[in-house]
């Protein structure tokens, strides 16, 4: 279906604009770029992290070369952040000769909180209720006002007998979930958390939450699939999408996120009940803070049904996986914040992109690591056997390809690029992906190390 009617917000919004792209490798914007100039902006500037994998952009397009943190997705926002508020010189004597007027917008699609980059707005930037839902009371008081009841927590200080002592009292028989207080820096990708069991995992947890955190909230692990559900507030409802798999994996009392799959299907009744729930928090954060834009809920689907660890204020990683055939769809997130009149209506908006995450069933899937391929990128084709996932051999057909490659800065990335055959519609992908990604290991020497899915299937 030709989504015309969101289209014709995104074109509305952009027509004539000058718009500044920063944070990702230029390679990575071609299709965006293409996008803005079919809504009619002017050609944009981008502040690439790097090259990046692939051709760049034709025609040719100003750019400005910059160096990110990409050890870990916090990391890379982070970095992000210091370089918007403290550009080099070259950088702002660029950008100005770009937009000499300043009226240029920029899109970061990070998670940033910062509001401009050298006096310009980043129109997608994250909302400032961001760090009012990030306070756990705030936090526990939205999820009592639309009727949800989550595993019993304390918050304690970052102390080892006190964090024992809470771990004691709230562990049923799975571990405890550890969070480090929202105010000792930007928690992305459960990187921020911690799921503890016994022994050397309390001990070494211990040791990070003194060093990362002033307080910590210990609350009760409950297991099931990690899942999550974007929704975009606009000014008259909220569109919802339907639950999606995160691919979440425990590693000692780590956890490490790996992307998404849109393969995976919960029951029916159970994806009606997420989707009336996210309507609900939508309806909540538009009625209580004035929010625009997107969120997402994430959790974990299981025999007790879907219990919520997060509410987070900005779009899900599934956005991303969308706009591999949506490339305007990064653009969307703009418009409904600053777009006014020129905003879709909620049901347009849900109603054309359900359509789309129906009949696109995909996935994105990539983990982080310190070593760098050598060569630059090396690959490995791959077939989904009877009993693993294994090597293809010479002139076997395959299912899905792992990619190690650079980010452009000081780390790099294996990445599963998943066939249709790899995974069936209603599959979770977590145990494949667990596969794969220790044949890279063992293949590469990538040290990735053992992953264990995070949560245990239905």
């Known amino acids: 279906m030709e989504p015309t009617e969101l289209l014709g917000a995104v074109r509305r919004f952009y027509r004539g604009r000058k718009v500044v792209l920063v944070g990702q490798p230029l390679s990575q914007y071609a299709r965006q770029i293409e996008a803005l100039r079919e809504a ?10 790097g090259p990046g994998p692939g051709p760049a952009p034709e025609p040719h397009v100003d750019h400005f070369m910059v160096r990110l943190s990409t050890a870990s997705h916090t990391e890379t926002s982070r970095s992000t952040e ?13 950008l100005d000769a770009y937009d000499p007027d300043g009226t240029a917008i920029v899109l970061c699609e990070a998670n940033i909180t910062t509001r401009t980059f050298c006096g310009r707005t980043i129109a997608d930037a994250q909302p400032e209720v961001l760090t009012r839902i990030a306070d756990w009371d705030e936090e526990d008081l939205l999820w009592e006002s639309v009727g949800v009841r989550r595993p019993p927590s304390s918050v304690v200080r970052s102390e080892a007998g006190e964090l024992a002592r809470a771990h004691e009292r709230h562990d049923l028989g799975q571990g405890t979930l550890w969070r480090a207080d929202p105010r000792a820096g930007m928690h992305v990708a459960m990187e921020q958390t911690r799921l503890v069991r ?19 909230q210990v609350s009760s692990f409950v297991t099931g699939v990690p899942v999550a559900v974007n929704g975009f507030v606009t000014a008259d409802g909220t569109a919802v999408l339907r639950p999606y798999e995160e691919l979440l994996f425990r590693q ?9 799959s849109t393969h995976f299907d919960p029951a029916l009744t159970d994806r009606e009940r997420l989707r009336r729930l996210t309507t609900e928090v939508g309806d909540y954060l538009s009625r209580t803070f004035g929010f625009r834009g997107s969120f997402h809920v994430s959790g974990l689907l299981g025999g007790a049904g879907f219990v919520p660890h997060a509410l987070v204020p900005r779009a899900g990683s599934v956005m991303g996986l969308m ?21 879709p209506r909620a049901s347009e908006l849900e109603g054309e992109l359900l359509q789309h995450l129906e009949a696109q069933r995909c996935a994105a899937i990539a ?18 056997g009877e009993t693993a996932v294994r090597a293809a051999g010479g002139g076997e057909h395959s299912d899905a390809c792992l990619v190690h ?15 249709p055959a790899f995974a069936g519609v209603g599959e979770s992908l977590a145990p494949l992906v667990s596969e794969a990604f220790a044949l890279a290991d063992d293949r590469w020497g990538t040290g990735i190390g053992s992953l264990t899915p995070a949560g245990l299937l239905r």
């Open 198 to 216: 016994e022994g050397t995992e309390l001990t070494r947890a211990a040791r990070w939450a003194r060093d990362h955190a002033d307080r910590i």
């Open 405 to 419: 490659s650079g980010t452009g800065g000081d780390g790099a990335l294996v990445a599963l690029i998943a066939g």
């Open 40 to 49: 009619g902006a002017y050609s944009p500037f981008v502040v690439a992290s």
């Open 367 to 384: 983990i982080h690591t310190a070593v760098r391929p050598d060569p630059d990128v090396r690959t490995l084709w791959l077939v989904r």
């Open 252 to 260: 000692d009392e780590h956890l490490r996120f790996a992307g998404c």
């Open 323 to 343: 706009s591999r055939f949506l490339p305007w769809l990064p653009l969307v997130q703009a418009v409904l914040i600053h777009g006014g009149d020129a905003a």
């Open 82 to 94: 210091e370089l918007l508020a403290d550009p080099p010189a070259a950088l702002r004597a660029a």
